[in-house]
């Protein structure tokens, strides 16, 4: 069965609040949850980026579902210390907590100074990663010279079970890439036809059988004139796409971007409606695909609004 969970979205709202919004998702029937791990916003409108894995720990305390998280090792974060944060987590929360790898987004990575390398260079830093923390997971004393470097490195307080890595994607040729090393994907939801060959490359190389969460980008409002309104300020600067997205280093940069939002190039990577009943017919057309879950990630800021009206009329019907 498909879990729906709730997007805990960290460059739109601050801690605290996000802290009160998985409370309440869980409460309105949601049964999992996903978090978002920047350091800065994708707009200076979305104005937030709190530290994830400060606020992961407390989420987690106060709620009893689980958690995935979305993490870039190897620039911001060395893979030895994001491997410590997550056998930490996983150590206090069994098996509630899985964790998803991708290569990285200058605006979050580039922050430290070191050259922001095309695609293939940041792949294959990403893989050495892996391999390096699949290696403290179990235990080992890790040391490796290569992209990263790691002396001697040990983690003394692990989870029975290590927490299980996804492959981030949202190409089918990154897709059957991490489908050779990854327990599980986590891709960005668009419509089905563009969500399709990722899922069936991921599962065709190597992926077959293993979990597939999908972060379903959703705009509901009570009319549509402010659903759309809602998507194009919050997300308008994320709707180019592509290397774009990968590539630029400031907020202000998705800004000017965002200028050339328009109601079309929004609704392709946005479902945008005031209707529950058809957001729940693009939840169901996703659900097809046989995910393990669909993390519904309303982009607007009424985030209270949302998680009751879709409480009531959208989880009842998929459950």
């Known amino acids: 069965m498909t879990l729906l969970g709730y997007h805990a979205s960290h460059e739109q709202f601050s801690p605290s609040a996000l802290l009160r919004y998985v409370q309440m998702a869980e409460a ?14 994708w707009s200076e409108r979305q104005g937030e980026s709190g530290f994830a894995w400060s606020w992961l720990g407390a989420a987690m305390q106060v709620t009893d579902f689980g958690f995935g998280m979305i993490s870039a090792p190897g620039v911001r974060y060395h893979p030895a210390i994001l491997a410590q944060a997550a056998a930490t987590i996983g150590e206090m929360f ?19 100074g070191q050259v922001w390398p095309e695609k293939a260079e940041r792949n294959a830093r990403l893989r050495e990663c892996v391999d390096v923390i699949r290696a403290l997971f179990r235990g080992e004393t890790v040391t490796h010279r290569g992209r990263v470097t790691v002396i001697e490195a040990r983690l003394y307080t692990r989870p029975k079970n290590p927490v299980p890595l996804f492959g981030a994607a949202v190409t089918g040729e990154t897709a059957a890439w991490v489908a050779t090393w990854a327990d599980g994907l986590l891709t960005t939801g668009g419509t089905l036809d563009t969500v399709r060959p990722v899922v069936e490359a991921f599962r065709a190389n190597g992926g ?65 409606s005031a209707d529950p009943g058809q957001h729940r017919g693009w939840i169901e057309d996703l659900m097809t ?12 800021r009424n985030q209270e609004s949302f998680i009751e009206t879709f409480g009531r009329k959208v989880l009842p019907a998929r459950r």
């Open 208 to 272: 077959a059988g293993k979990p597939v969460h999908i972060q379903h980008a959703l705009s509901w409002a009570e009319t549509e004139d402010a659903a759309l309104a809602q998507a194009l300020e919050q997300w308008g600067p994320v709707s180019a796409g592509g290397n774009i997205n990968w590539n630029l280093p400031q907020p202000a940069d998705f800004d000017t971007i965002a200028k050339l939002a328009n109601e079309d190039s929004i609704r392709d990577c946005v479902s945008v």
């Open 94 to 112: 069994p098996e509630r907590l899985w964790l998803a790898l991708g290569s990285g987004q200058a605006i979050n990575e580039a922050i430290t």
């Open 289 to 300: 695909l046989d995910p393990a879950a669909i993390h519904l990630h309303c982009v607007g």
């Open 28 to 41: 309105a029937g949601f049964q999992c949850a996903k978090s978002s791990d920047h350091f800065h916003p």
